[in-house]
């Protein structure tokens, strides 16, 4: 008889035991949803902004091969133009180049 009263609290502890068991597992569960969900949504703003800054880049680099493009045409256009007044203007041009071979000769002798 002492036995089937100690056997009563010790089931009512065993199921409060295996009731809050199965509470934490629940809640764990919870967290690991949660936890997983939020991993996910990282995941997706990485892959968002890393887009993102590949798109930027994207534009960035057409940009320059524009910007690049456009200053060899305006190197050749000066380097034709100059051709072309060398050959129509051969005596100015010679006279051009002396004067400012004086002049960079005058700077340098300053300087030294």
Known sequence: MNNERNEGPVKSN?????EAELKIEAK???AEDTL?????AA????????ENIKARFARVESRVRDASQRVRQNV????DDAGERLK???????GVAFIA???LAAL???RA
């Not at 997983?36 to 996910?40: F, K, V």
């Not at 995941?43 to 890393?50: G, H, K, P, W, Y």
């Open 108 to 110: 340098i002798r300053r």
């Open 76 to 79: 050749q256009n000066l380097r």
């Open 88 to 94: 129509t203007y051969p005596f100015a041009s010679v």
């Open 36 to 40: 997983s969900d939020a991993a996910d």
């Open 101 to 103: 071979g004086i002049a």
């Open 43 to 50: 995941e997706e703003t990485a892959e968002d902004v890393a």
């Open 28 to 30: 764990v569960a919870a």
């Open 14 to 18: 065993l199921e409060s035991l295996k």
